[in-house]
């Protein structure tokens, strides 16, 4: 049987790398792409030598990681101090590497393009997942190769980050890049500098913005959760007049199908897409264990499972309910599931118009994703739920007192209606708060005071602009 011969081998890395050409960078197409905010944050920790560890990409199927090591790559060529040949990119998902070690094909660019010990270089291994036991390979060559930065991707999120924290302790950065915000998917169709206005008019120290064409910026908010979450749908029309294939079968189905069986050896596939299409179908819902094991007839524990692994591969996301008291609650059976991209929903199910009846969820799950771009404060994110009312967010601190609430609402009704802020103001007269509670609306904006207590009202598409606006401005 023929094999693969070191020449094929050579010319495959050549082929990969056009930067090693004099005067070849990236593809054009793709440097000319337009820059998730992440980029100067990812290119930052690629080119600190302060630490050495390998940089693991995190992130679910189709956000762009491989767009981002790309520009990431075209960024280092910039820099003076960085030459092409110092850059060495694998895709390890290309059949001639299979059964290649990290090692051998890192050995064969070091002797193509020979380089003095203390050259920093850098090595870029994406879909990293292809390759068995890829982290003790990883780390074996963190610990030998001081001069080198090495970056690795992948798909299979869930495992990623599985093996990444158990293996890679003190070797391994994680790099977490979440699906498109409203910002940049404003930014990506070239209608931010058009639709938003920065407003320098008030006190807040946090950057403020309105819209400057509110209708246009909530059609286009529409459009979002349609089919914004995804760079790849942003750039093509031909899929956006067919999301779901698009979404459902690359992304998924994939997940479902393949990355989570292989990772935890679920059996039976059929139960966990069944749970997922649930789940996905009631985003921004409260859940209950007990009442999705009556109605699926599938156990408790291993629905618990399911969802866990659901959220590893970063399709899904947890948010615990605590009490009026801002008490958590000691079993937790009861819960609120987010999709991490409101695009999901509608590519399993169909696009939503805006007076769709399930608007109010996806909206609530559109502004929790903008949440997911801000760890500082994803975490303290909890709801709230008692007897005699509920709010959608409601951020505790590390005293595990409350910092401040959200009610997301999809309609204009709360502006003139006290009687819809009744749970709001109970919840604010009861625990004194860091900032005035906020509750979003279509297209009412201002400020009330309702029995001592300001409340902020502004349009649901404006908040989402501005959470992800400053979650990443940095």
């Not at 090591?69 to 694998?90: E, F, K, N, T």
């Not at 007049?241 to 393949?258: A, E, T």
């Not at 959220?311 to 309910?321: S, T």
Request: charge should be neutral.
């Amino acid at each position: 049987m023929r094999q693969v011969t070191e020449s094929e081998i050579e010319n495959r890395l050549r082929e990969d790398n056009p930067w090693w050409r004099a005067g070849q960078g990236v593809d054009a197409l793709i440097a000319g792409y337009p820059r998730r905010s992440y980029v100067p944050g990812f290119v930052s920790l690629i080119a600190d030598s302060t630490v050495q560890r390998a940089v693991v990409l995190l992130g679910p199927r189709r956000v762009g990681k491989t767009v981002m090591v790309l520009h990431a790559i075209d960024a280092l060529l910039r820099r003076p101090d960085v030459q092409g040949q110092d850059i060495l990119y694998l895709s390890l998902e290309t059949p001639i590497y299979t059964h290649l070690s990290l090692d051998s094909l890192l050995r064969r660019f070091r002797d193509l393009h020979p380089a003095p010990d203390n050259r920093r270089l850098f090595v870029f291994f994406d879909e990293i997942q292809y390759l068995k036991d890829w982290e003790v390979h990883l780390k074996s060559l963190v610990d030998s190769n001081r001069q080198i930065r090495i970056v690795a991707t992948g798909s299979a999120a869930a495992a990623l980050k599985t093996k990444s924290q158990e293996s890679g302790a003190g070797r391994f950065t994680d790099f977490q890049l979440p699906p498109l915000t409203f910002a940049e998917y404003l930014r990506f169709i070239d209608r931010e500098d058009e639709l938003i206005m920065s407003d320098t008019t008030g006190a807040d120290p946090q950057p403020r913005w309105t819209a400057a064409n509110l209708p246009e910026l909530n059609d286009t908010f529409v459009d979002y959760l349609n089919f914004g979450g995804y760079p790849e749908v942003v750039y093509s029309q031909e899929i956006q007049r067919n999301p779901g294939r698009f979404i459902k079968s690359d992304i998924i189905d994939k997940v479902l199908l393949r990355d989570l069986p292989v990772l935890y050896g679920v059996h039976d596939v059929q139960e966990l897409n069944s749970l997922f299409n649930t789940l996905a179908y009631n985003t921004g819902n409260e859940i209950s264990l007990g009442e999705l094991a009556q109605s699926s007839n599938v156990a408790k524990n291993t629905l618990a499972r399911y969802i866990e692994y659901l959220e590893a591969a970063f399709l899904i996301r947890r948010v615990k309910r605590i009490d009026a008291d801002a008490r958590r609650f000691k079993r937790v059976t009861r819960f609120k599931v987010y999709l991490t991209n409101p695009t999901m929903r509608t590519a399993l199910f169909s696009p939503l118009r805006a007076n769709n009846e399930a608007m109010g969820h996806l909206a609530e799950t559109a502004v929790f994703s903008q949440w997911l771009h801000n760890t500082a404060h994803v975490d303290s994110l909890h709801f709230a739920r008692w007897a005699q009312g509920e709010i959608d967010l409601v951020s505790l601190g590390a005293d595990q007192r409350p910092k401040f609430v959200i009610e997301v609402k999809w309609s204009d009704a709360p502006f003139t209606d006290k009687r819809l802020l009744k749970s709001v103001l109970q919840f604010a007269q009861q625990h004194p708060l860091q900032r005035r509670p906020l509750v979003t609306t279509r297209t009412r904006s201002g400020i009330q005071q309702h029995g001592g207590i300001e409340i902020e009202f502004a349009p649901c598409s404006l908040h989402c602009y501005t959470v992800a606006k400053n979650s990443l401005r940095h």
